[in-house]
């Protein structure tokens, strides 16, 4: 049976969680709500402040989905509660970064500056020029848009400028060698 399948996922104090028909999950908290459709095949059984994912069969179908399922609703129980966060990190001469409005605009070398939109359900913050942080309640959400803003001008190997994750390492590169006479 699958270890992370069947670990009861515990609902803190403030979080509603109702499983309507057809397995459509809505989680209510602090933050803000977020709903989802699991799996149909999937059993959520609520008891109290517990609640339990269980799969109608081992098939191999079941199996996979047994420990997708119950991540998905613990992610959005976590999600609603605190939301999760990405950092990013801008190196180099010139780069940087500003909120003007819900955008997003950024100096990363270019001719122009680069305008990224903020998406509902995710807030930008920039505390400085070279630190964005993304933030939201949706934990897929807020890691697609931190790619595609690092997706904008990835860090190279060579000097390690553009947009890197805070906690990312860069696999730096020799540079050119002199030439040999």
């Known amino acids: 049976m699958s270890r992370i399948g069947r670990m009861p996922i515990t609902v803190p104090a403030g979080v509603e969680v109702s499983v309507a028909a057809g397995n459509v999950?809505?989680?209510?908290?602090?933050?803000?709500t977020l709903t989802q459709q699991l799996h149909p095949d999937m059993v959520i059984e609520?008891?109290?402040?517990?609640?339990?994912?269980?799969?109608?069969?081992?098939?191999?179908?079941?199996?996979?989905?047994?420990?997708l399922t119950r991540t998905l609703?613990?992610?959005?129980?976590?999600?609603?509660?605190?939301?999760?966060?990405?950092?990013l990190e801008i190196n180099?001469?010139?780069?940087?970064?500003?909120?003007?409005?819900?955008n997003l605009?950024?100096?990363?070398?270019?001719?122009?500056?680069?305008?990224?939109?903020?998406v509902d359900g995710i807030t930008i913050e920039v505390p400085g020029p070279n630190k964005?942080?993304?933030?939201?309640?949706?934990?897929?959400?807020?890691?697609?848009?931190?790619?595609?803003?690092?997706?904008?001008?990835?860090?190279?190997?060579?000097k390690g400028k553009g947009i890197k994750y805070v906690d990312e390492v860069i696999r730096r590169k020799v540079g050119k060698t002199g030439a040999k006479k």
């Open 105 to 118: 605009v950024l100096n990363i070398g270019y001719s122009h500056q680069v305008i990224v939109p903020e």
């Open 132 to 158: 964005v942080v993304i933030s939201g309640c949706d934990k897929q959400k807020v890691g697609q848009f931190a790619a595609e803003v690092r997706e904008k001008r990835p860090p190279e190997p060579y």
């Open 25 to 32: 999950v809505t989680v209510k908290g602090p933050k803000g």
């Open 73 to 87: 609703l613990h992610n959005m129980i976590v999600g609603v509660n605190e939301p999760y966060k990405k950092e």
């Open 46 to 67: 609520q008891n109290g402040s517990e609640i339990t994912v269980k799969r109608p069969s081992d098939d191999k179908e079941h199996r996979s989905l047994h420990g």
């Open 92 to 102: 180099g001469v010139g780069y940087r970064a500003t909120k003007e409005g819900k």
